[in-house]
């Protein structure tokens, strides 16, 4: 095979990856799909409502209040981001984003050891104890091992994979809602 042919085949091969890769996931009956409407386009999560109804209840309510909107993501890594404190509305405070919440803890977030922390999920963040989990949460841009069974895997992200890529520090959450509910205003 000439070398032209094989970079034209690499680039096919690559090509169908991305757009894979960008499809959306089917949301399992009777889960609820959140939609984060962001600076850097639409993510749509898929909380597990079996796995952590504790936890579940607990971010649906907050949406539902319109909690999250206006928040930033505060925490941008390889390997993830976080969003959910409300401090990181201003920036007069991005010296204490990430310390904030809504101040109804969940009590003890569901850790299920048969979900793992993947490159698209969605888990709840807490300072060291999962019974101090309450609206801060993170997705996955990367596999992360070390933290199954330290932090509960409440979700995963069903559609705009490719705009959590996209999203740095700052990045603001404009809207959003239960798919099925209606954007709120």
């Known amino acids: ?26 949301p399992a009956p009777g889960n609820p799909v959140v939609v984060f409407e962001t600076a850097k386009g639409t993510i749509e999560i898929e909380l597990f409502a079996k796995d952590a109804p504790k936890s579940t209840a607990q971010i649906v309510r907050l949406v539902r209040e ?14 993830l981001v976080q969003t959910g404190d409300p401090n990181s509305k201003s920036f007069t405070r991005e010296n204490v984003w990430g310390t904030g919440g809504s101040g109804k803890r969940i009590g003890a977030a569901e850790i299920v050891k048969t979900r793992k922390h993947v490159r698209g999920a969605v888990g709840l963040a807490h300072a060291g104890n999962a019974a101090n989990a309450d609206s801060q949460f993170y997705i996955m841009r990367k596999a992360s091992p070390s933290l ?18 996209k999203l740095q520090r700052g990045d603001l959450i ?8 209606g954007q709120q205003p």
């Open 1 to 26: 095979m000439s070398r032209h042919v094989l970079r034209f085949t690499f680039l096919v091969v690559l090509a169908c990856g991305a757009v894979l890769g960008a499809q959306a996931l089917t």
């Open 148 to 165: 199954d069974g330290k932090h509960a895997v409440i979700g995963r992200v069903v559609a705009g994979l490719d705009v959590v890529d």
């Open 66 to 79: 319109n909690f999250y909107r206006g928040h930033r993501f505060h925490r941008a890594e390889a390997t």
């Open 174 to 181: 404009k809207k959003v809602f239960v798919k099925g509910e």
